[in-house]
């Protein structure tokens, strides 16, 4: 799905009409897609877009230009993006809105995705999140009782450390995912999610959209995510 500039503060459903009375000139974002996401409608809301755009250094084109601090926020990223080139920009966004002297307490940050389910737009919340960028030394993370690192690679590997389990480390990928994590849940436990940088920002959804669906009931989730070399 193609989602087109918006140069409106809008409802969802003012979005959708606006979607297919865009200009044809204008420039488009490729959105991730995602599978029946929590959240389909949102009000009151404003939207920022990053544009993959090989004539740019980093291939990254942001407009901020409509995003208003009170609203919540749209961040419609294109899906060929890197995790390298997208996370950057998305760090500025949050900032600025965090420091704000007008920002809205209430107000919450979300990625625009296409829904295949729903053949409509859905979206996935990361207000909380707290995106630590190039940790070189991967042991920022410490492998601890309560701490169990996931490891997404650039290959589809996923490595989870579970330092009270033998074998140590769980070999995972996209497929089985769901059934590794809920067989590893248990209560007092953090995950901490760690993402290779050369990911594509499809890849990072379709993983959070994974372990958001897994439906975890005892551990819990960092807030803090690593974008590691």
């Given at each position: 799905m193609m989602i087109r500039k918006i140069t409106k503060n809008?409802?969802?459903?003012?979005?959708l009409s606006l979607l297919f009375m865009a200009c044809g000139k204008d420039k488009v974002v490729l959105l991730p897609e995602i599978n029946q996401a929590k959240t389909t409608q949102i009000q009151d809301v404003s939207a920022?877009?990053?544009?993959?755009?090989?004539?740019?250094?980093?291939?990254?084109?942001?407009?901020?230009?409509?995003?208003?601090?009170t609203t919540n926020w749209l961040i419609n990223v294109d899906k060929r993006l890197s995790l390298n080139q997208a996370i950057p920009h998305i760090k500025f966004l949050q900032e600025k809105k965090s420091k704000s002297s007008h920002k809205n307490e209430l107000a919450k940050n979300y990625f625009t995705c296409n829904d295949l389910i729903i053949k409509n737009l859905g979206f996935l919340e990361f207000t909380n999140i707290n995106y630590v960028i190039n940790t070189l030394n991967k042991s920022t993370t410490q492998v601890s009782k309560n701490i169990k690192p996931i490891n997404f690679d650039a290959n589809g590997d996923i490595f989870i450390l579970n330092p009270n389990a033998k074998p140590f480390v769980t070999l995972s990928n996209k497929a089985t995912l769901i059934e590794d994590l809920k067989r590893i849940d248990s209560t007092g436990f953090v995950w901490s999610l760690r993402f290779d940088k050369k990911l594509s920002f499809q890849e990072y959804i379709s993983y959070k959209a994974l372990i958001e669906k897994a439906q975890i009931q005892n551990a819990s989730i960092s807030n803090e995510e690593f974008i590691d070399d």
């Open positions: 809008l409802t969802i459903s003012g979005l920022a877009y990053l544009f993959y755009d090989e004539s740019q250094p980093d291939s990254v084109e942001l407009n901020r230009r409509n995003l208003i601090s």
